[in-house]
């Protein structure tokens, strides 16, 4: 055989030809990470991979569709369905958890190429930091996300670029996969900058130190409240607070660091045209202009409740000003006992929730309950100006007051925590915080401000995780009488374990 | 032609007769004058044989004798002298006889002499009617070629399957090629007018098609194009006009009262508001109730009758000229085919010229050359809503297009006078070539071909009434694409007989092929001022320009080996080899081997049989080979970046890296496939075939028969296979899962009667096939759903349907390919109770409601669910057969062509959905269990219920002519009237329009098909 495969080689020789192929119109890894503009091109490809509708919209929801702030439509899909029913047994593949977790790994092997390339390459040194730096950030964040929601998954450092390349063993430990998690963000902190103004879509110094604020507290609150596995890693929970404190200190409370701040104005915080506002640490990047779904944005018309298939108004605030939206598809509606849940006189209730539409010349068209309006919806993401479906609508990923709330928890009853907290309940029209509280009833009084100062923007699900209160506050669970050893984590997707001998 | 040799020994005869030398010359039926055909004078040694321009002279010939012609390849004829000295003869050919030659790959046999599978199709009688490809022609015309003909719009092409289906993710085409020039995928040949076609040859077998190596597993089709002949000059004019109308009616509503009071019921039934109660809707829209609609209302718009031209005219003509001499013949021809579709402005234009020139520099070397260039355009307006509301005005008050509201995308004549879509092509395929004889039994050809295709298509869809063009604040774009096929081929062919027994032919040869194809896209949005359309896309919003482009390269060098041996003409042997070098290939599989070897036994010439008069032929086959299928795409062995837009600090810019967007999937392909890690082992699918045949003839080739049996394993399928999501990608192409097609096809062809006038003959086709899916690669990492109830393994195929929110077809193991799948319907919901009984639920279980059974019970729930759905129907036929009838009484001709297909299934989408079968609704007043009651709420899911009996017999032809041969001099000197009809009549219980759809088996609705006349007047002087 091996002498007739000499004699074809040397036909094609004949011809001149050698059969090799050689690649036309598009990149591969030996023909770029050549110029600075290539290794930003690079990292943007990074966050690229958060945008697609299979991803970003479960960025979202998964913190909320499957507690008992939100319930899907009667006709939503069987994923939805089967996630806001806590129906554990199609868990492994539930399509929007396999997506969630395919695109946290794209995300990672997005990054990997990023790390291991970039700081190959001979161009500006600020710029290699800023960009692997990045990275680090993207792949600390994608890990963080799969490690809450997943925990011990297999850990990829290097792209994936052979058949051989794409099965890895998974994470011995959760500590094991945290301290990669934290690694990270070291790198991330230690070589980015913090940029002069929030830049929709990228992130900086203050989003690595956000992050880590955010991990350190999410360790030492699961451990200290007894969840599952968590209670079993080693570290202390008393050093992770501190350490939490120290991270989200740098993040708000150094007068050194003015990029991001509160907005005083809290509409202004869901505005689109302000996704460059001091609160937004980090926050998705998409815009109407887009010709894809994911490039663009739907996910306004996801909260939002078909009323006519046409435009309708809703008040700005307290005012008459009408704003203008497009109706939705009624997929994420808000459950009403939440609704009613809230203080009186909360704007967050008032404002970013509207339980009546108008139209154009301020008629009232639908109001809940009772008139056509079948729930009181999430307005805050709303784009007046948008065209046809698409909106500018940016899922806010880690804001200023979430970073606040997260050192006043991590601190206890400082006077800087109690400042903090009070700030974001008088922006919300409510009265500060009884003084003098316990750490124990401080504690709560944040998450529960967290409940409500984050509603609908993907953060409750994990609160109730690492609180370790799933099992308890949850109905639909409860029903089952699923115990916290169920629920801690979601089972890895099907296709991973089958595909993946390591995975036993 | 066999020039049989007579030695002319003259004795001389005590006669009392006069004797006169007779001279004249012999022709056949088209007027090419036949060399080497003998005169003798029966019972002496008298003859002699025609010369080149078919001339001949006998001296000695008896006024009252009668003289015997012979030739092969021609109907014997004896032929009373009665004292004339001139006899012009024409020699009727035997389109029977056994001895023609046919083409096989890179080379010619005697047909007697094949040890493979090869049809032989005349195409010159199918081209009666018009057609824009010549497969389309072949539609029951070949024992094992499945052809469908599913699209009718202007210048549509054909699905062509050479016994079945073998592949699954690689093409399942067979490949054509043209007089030698391998020039792609079968169906879409719009290129070569089908005129200029003489011969079609199908190669089925292994032993036929392995000769094309990788690209031989799905058949080749030969087209050999047409070429002068003969010493003659001659210009033949065909002229044919068409007229097209449908052949049922549009099942449409005519009745608005009717219609509202169902679109009423349905919505009342749904608990949603009625839309005809007298009120404006939510679009601010007025919908009349049904009070006015009796009464008062008069707007009631015909619009099929605005949509549909009355009676589309169509047009095919061609000239060709051919002449030659002893050095030099060449052919030219020019065509002009237009096909009016039944839609409005919805056309097609092919203007096609095709040059062929052959020249003998020395005797013994020939150079040959042809160049083809087609030009066509294809002005598509197509879909337009023919059944749109008919109480919609067709204007505004202002004159304007009226609308339901600034989303109705669907007025016909908005688009037809606003929207552009229009495509033009232009192709050329030129030959270069030379032919030369060394000696006598060592002949070298090598040829060129050189084939350039390009196509620009322009679209335009305005701000208003389009949806692309609302959504963009309009839409402009060009399409460019162009391609070059390079082939270069060289071949030896030795043919030489040993000691009168030992017949020896060899061929040796080389191929390379270089392809390349490029394109490019422009587009612009959001235009100011829409009166240039796309005719500037500079004008659109600078900011929003869209640009793409993208090449294609492959290569292919091969080399190929046939030896034939015969025995005494009665043992023969064939050996084929083809070695493929493909760029495609993976770089641990570059080069691809393809061997194949054939027996046959000439019964009729052992010694035992040869004196039975009755049998002409009786033959036995046997081959086996390996052929493949390159069904990869270029690339997919390199790894491969994906780039994409983002917006980044408030603009759009590009961003790079691992992983791209290799496809889609999920419920409207909504979400990503990511591949781009490479697969250097990929190759070429592997098709290993065994056939056994049989070829009879009886009573001096009056009836013919043949047979095939075979047994087609494919192997080493195409396929993606899943990837750990860990990893960051999807998919990747691997080798893996294997197809097996089994079947057999028989054609019986005679001549029932036939006398000095008549001649009546039919042909019968026959084939079955089955198909089964045998694997699908490894289960797991092929990602294989699986049955609960049975177990089997399967995948969804295709794309899947908004009505049923399903897949309609799934490939499952141990199953034909692409059955259909999911729950069985019993009847209708009578109450309440009974449907709740049944394990239905919620809206489900009311009365009028689909009765779904609950097949799957081991999950122990009474409740219908995923779990009970099943294979509920079989989109393959059981088997087709077609019977052609001809009939001719001097100069009057008449065929019949009937085709069938027969035990197929397929999903009538339009089952409840149209004017024709929603008034047969359940209601409580009648409770039928044949029909649901109206719902527009209902989520209907896929059932048996949807799935109809395909089967069909159509009367596909017939046509009645008339032919003058209008000087006695040239036979081939003709003027021919004819009428053809093309779809008269079918045979169906199929309740759509027409049962013939894709092969996935689902029908759409679309219009009804066509019935056209073809008057059709050829014209030879």
Redesign the interface.
């Known amino acids: 055989m091996k002498r007739?495969?000499i004699i074809?080689?040397s036909?094609?020789l004949?011809?001149g030809?050698t059969?090799?192929?050689y690649?036309?119109?598009?990149?591969?890894?030996n023909n770029?990470y050549k110029t600075a503009a290539?290794a930003?091109?690079?990292i943007?490809?990074?966050?690229?991979a958060i945008?697609?509708?299979?991803y970003s919209r479960a960025i979202v929801f998964l913190g909320d569709m499957n507690t008992d702030v939100m319930t899907p439509k009667g006709?939503a899909?069987a994923a939805t369905k089967e996630l806001d029913g806590w129906k554990m047994a199609t868990f492994k593949t539930n399509?929007t958890l396999?997506?969630f977790?395919?695109y946290s790994?794209?995300t990672?092997?997005?990054a990997n190429?990023?790390i291991e390339n970039v700081p190959k390459m001979d161009i500006d040194q600020a710029l290699k930091d800023r960009c692997v730096g990045e990275a680090y950030f993207m792949r600390a964040y994608s890990y963080y996300c799969l490690a809450r929601n997943f925990g011990r998954?297999?850990i990829?450092l290097k792209?994936?670029?052979?058949?051989d390349?794409?099965?890895?063993a998974p994470a011995e430990s959760l500590d094991q996969l945290w301290a990669q998690i934290f690694s990270d963000l070291e790198n991330a902190e230690s070589l980015m900058q913090v940029n002069a103004a929030p830049?929709?879509?990228?992130t900086d110094k203050v989003a690595a130190l956000s992050l880590m604020a955010k991990a350190y507290l999410y360790l030492a609150s699961a451990k200290e409240s007894g969840a599952p596995f968590y209670k079993d890693m080693n570290f202390g929970v008393e050093d992770y607070y501190q350490k939490s404190v120290q991270a989200a200190a740098k993040v708000v409370a150094d007068p050194s660091q003015t990029t991001y701040h509160f907005d005083s104005d809290l509409m202004a915080i869901y505005d689109v045209e302000k996704s460059d506002g001091p609160e937004h640490i980090f926050i998705m990047?998409?815009?109407r202009?887009?010709?894809t779904?994911g490039?663009y944005s739907k996910i306004s018309k996801m909260y939002i409740p078909y009323i006519?298939?046409?435009t309708i108004y809703l008040k700005q605030g307290d005012t008459d000003v009408l704003i203008k939206s497009h109706d939705g598809w009624s997929e994420y509606q808000t459950a009403a006992d939440f609704w009613n849940s809230f203080e009186a006189g909360d704007r967050r209730h008032d404002w970013l929730f509207c339980d009546k539409v108008y139209d154009v010349n301020g008629n009232l068209l639908a109001s809940y309950p009772g008139n056509k309006l079948s729930y009181p919806f999430c307005r805050k993401f709303i784009d007046p100006d948008y065209s046809?479906d698409k909106t500018s609508t940016k899922p806010m990923l880690i804001r200023f007051s979430d970073i606040a709330l997260v050192y006043a928890e991590a601190a206890g009853p400082t006077e800087k925590a109690y400042e903090l907290v009070n700030f974001i309940r008088s922006r919300a029209g409510l009265s500060p915080l009884s003084a003098g509280l316990s750490k124990e009833a401080f504690r709560a009084a944040v998450q529960k401000e967290r409940t409500y100062e984050l509603a609908f923007e993907g953060d409750l699900c994990y609160d109730l995780r690492r609180q370790n209160k799933l099992h308890t506050n949850i109905t639909e669970a409860k029903g089952q009488g699923w115990t916290a050893e169920d629920m801690v984590f979601y089972p890895i997707?099907s296709?991973?374990t089958?595909?993946?001998p390591y995975i036993k | 032609m066999l020039a049989v040799m007579l030695t002319a020994s003259v004795v001389a005869l005590a006669q009392s007769a006069q004797k006169l030398t007779l001279s004249g010359v012999v022709r056949d039926t088209s007027g090419e004058p036949v060399v080497g055909a003998s005169i003798v004078l029966p019972g002496t040694s008298s003859g002699t044989i025609s010369g080149a321009d078919g001339d001949y002279s006998l001296r000695n010939v008896p006024e009252n004798a009668t003289i015997a012609v012979e030739c092969l390849g021609y109907k014997s004829q004896a032929i009373a002298v009665g004292g004339r000295s001139q006899i012009n003869i024409v020699l009727e050919e035997d389109s029977m006889f056994i001895e023609e030659t046919v083409v096989v790959g890179y080379g010619q046999m005697k047909k007697s002499d094949l040890t493979g599978s090869v049809s032989s199709v005349k195409t010159e009688a199918l081209t009666d009617v018009p057609s824009n490809t010549i497969e389309g022609l072949l539609q029951g015309r070949v024992a094992g070629v499945q052809v469908i003909n599913a699209s009718q719009d202007p210048g549509a092409t054909a699905t062509i399957r050479i016994r079945g289906n073998s592949s699954l993710n690689g093409s399942n085409a067979p490949l054509v090629v043209i007089d030698g020039f391998p020039y792609g995928e079968a169906g879409a040949l719009s290129q070569i007018n089908p005129q200029d076609i003489i011969s079609m040859e199908v190669l089925k077998d292994a032993s036929a098609s392995a000769i094309y190596g990788s690209r031989g597993a799905n058949g080749v089709i030969l087209i050999t194009t047409r070429k002068a002949k003969g010493n003659l000059t001659r210009v033949s004019v065909r002229q044919q006009t068409t007229l097209s109308s449908f052949s049922t009616p549009l099942d449409i509503w005519r009745d608005p009262v009717l219609m509202a009071m169902i679109s009423n019921e349905g919505r009342k039934n749904a608990g949603l508001v009625e839309q005809y109660i007298g009120a404006v809707n939510?679009?601010g829209v007025y919908y009349p109730s049904i009070n006015e609609l009796q009464t008062s209302w008069s707007t009631n718009t015909r619009w099929d009758e605005i949509v549909f031209r009355k009676c589309p005219v169509s047009n095919n003509t061609t000239v060709q000229v051919q002449s030659s001499n002893d050095k030099t013949m060449f052919t030219a021809s020019a065509n002009y085919f237009l096909d009016n579709g039944m839609y409005i402005k919805d056309t097609y234009n092919k203007y096609g010229g095709n040059f062929a020139v052959e020249h003998k520099i020395i005797e013994n070397l020939k150079l040959k050359a042809s160049a083809n260039i087609t030009g066509s355009k294809r002005h598509s307006n197509g879909y337009l809503s023919y059944n749109r509301n008919p109480i919609f005005p067709v204007y505004d008050e202002n004159g304007d297009y009226w609308q339901y509201s600034v989303q109705d995308y669907y007025h016909p004549l908005a688009i037809t006078n606003l929207q552009k879509d229009e495509t033009k092509g232009m192709d050329l395929i030129s030959y270069f070539g030379i032919d030369y004889q060394i000696i006598p039994c060592l002949n070298f050809t090598a040829q060129l071909n050189y084939k350039h295709g390009e196509t620009i298509r322009d679209v335009y869809f305005p701000k208003k009434y389009t949806e692309r063009g609302?959504?963009n604040d309009g839409y402009g774009g060009i399409n460019n694409w162009k391609d070059d096929n390079l082939v270069?081929e060289a071949y030896a062919t030795f043919d030489k007989t040993f000691a009168q027994k030992h017949h020896f032919t060899a061929m040796a040869g080389?191929s390379?092929e270089?392809y390349s194809s490029r394109s490019s896209g422009l587009a612009s949005v959001g235009y100011v001022n829409e009166s240039l359309g796309n005719e500037n896309l500079a004008a659109g919003n600078p900011e929003?320009y869209?640009i793409s482009?993208?090449?294609?390269?492959t290569?292919l060098?091969s080399?190929m080996l046939r030896l034939n041996y015969a025995y005494d003409n009665r043992y023969l042997v064939t050996f084929t080899a083809r070695?493929d070098?493909?760029?495609?290939?993976g770089a641990n599989n570059?080069?691809a081997?393809f061997p194949s070897a054939a027996l046959s036994w000439k019964m009729n010439e052992e010694s035992w049989m040869k004196d039975i008069k009755q049998i002409n032929l009786m033959k036995i086959r046997a081959s086996y080979g390996i052929s493949g299928n390159q069904g990869i795409s270029?690339?997919q062995?390199?790894?491969?970046?994906?780039?994409?837009?983002?917006?980044?600090?408030?603009q759009?810019?590009?961003?790079?890296?691992?992983?791209?967007i290799s496809g889609s999937t999920?419920?409207g392909g909504?979400?990503?496939v990511?591949s781009g890690?490479?697969?250097v082992g990929l190759k070429w699918e592997t098709t290993s075939q065994f056939d056994l045949g049989f070829d009879a003839a009886f009573f001096d080739n009056r009836l013919n028969f043949t047979f095939d049996w075979y047994y087609k394993h494919t192997s080493d399928l195409l396929r993606q296979r899943?990837?750990?999501?860990?990893?960051?990608?999807?998919k990747?192409w691997v080798n893996d899962g294997e197809i097996l097609n089994t079947g057999f096809e028989f054609t019986l062809d005679g001549v029932i009667f036939r006398n000095k006038n008549w001649n009546v003959g039919a042909t019968m086709v026959f084939s079955l096939n089955r198909n089964k899916v045998l694997s699908l690669g490894n289960a797991?990492?092929a990602?294989l759903n699986v049955d609960t109830r049975t177990g089997m393994q399967y995948e969804f195929y295709g794309n899947s349907l908004e009505q049923y929110r399903a897949y309609t077809n799934i490939l499952a193991v141990g199953k034909p390919m692409y059955v259909f799948y999911g729950y069985v319907v019993d009847g209708i919901v009578q109450s309440l109770a009974e449907g709740l009984d049944a394990g239905l639920s919620g809206d489900d279980a009311q009365p009028g409601e689909f009765r779904y059974v609950n097949i799957y019970n081991a999950d122990r729930l009474n409740t219908i669910n995923e779990d009970d759905r099943c294979i509920i129907g079989d989109p393959n036929p059981d088997f087709t057969a077609s019977l052609a009838l001809n009939a001719s009484w001097k100069g009057l001709d008449f065929n019949i062509f009937f085709n069938g297909v027969f035990g197929n299934d397929v999903i009538n989408t339009k089952r409840f959905s149209m004017p024709s079968n929603q008034p047969l609704r359940w209601t409580v007043d009648n409770r039928t269990e044949k029909y649901p009651r109206l719902n527009d709420n209902r989520?209907t899911k896929l059932s048996n219920w949807w799935v109809e009996d395909g089967s069909f017999v159509r009367i596909q032809s017939a046509t009645l002519g008339y032919t003058w041969h209008y000087t006695k001099k040239d036979y081939g000197r003709k003027l021919r009237f004819y009428v053809s009809g093309d779809n008269l009549f079918t045979f169906t219980k199929f309740s759509g329009y027409d049962p013939e759809v894709s092969a996935l088996g689902v029908y759409n609705g679309g219009y009804p098909r066509l019935r056209k006349w073809t008057f059709g007047v050829d014209f030879t002087f």
């Open positions: 007739i495969s074809l080689a036909l094609a004949v011809c030809c059969l090799e192929e690649p036309y119109g598009f990149y591969s890894e770029f290539d930003e091109s690079a943007n490809y990074v966050y690229d945008t697609y509708i299979e006709d899909t399509t396999y997506n977790y395919k790994y794209i990672i092997n997005r190429s990023v998954v297999p990829h792209p994936t670029r052979t058949l390349d794409t099965t890895v830049r929709p879509g990228r990047s998409m815009d202009t887009g010709e779904e490039q006519s298939g046409g046809g997707p296709l991973e089958d595909l993946n | 939510t679009n609302v959504f270069v080389y390379y270089n929003k869209q482009n993208s090449a294609y390269k290569e060098v080399a070695a070098g493909s760029s495609k290939f570059k080069w081997f270029a690339y062995t390199l790894s491969r970046y994906g780039q994409h837009k983002y917006y980044n600090d408030g759009w810019v590009t961003s790079i890296g691992p992983g791209y999920g419920q909504i979400y990503a990511w890690i490479p697969n899943n990837i750990a999501p860990s990893s960051g990608y999807d990747m797991v990492e990602g989520q």
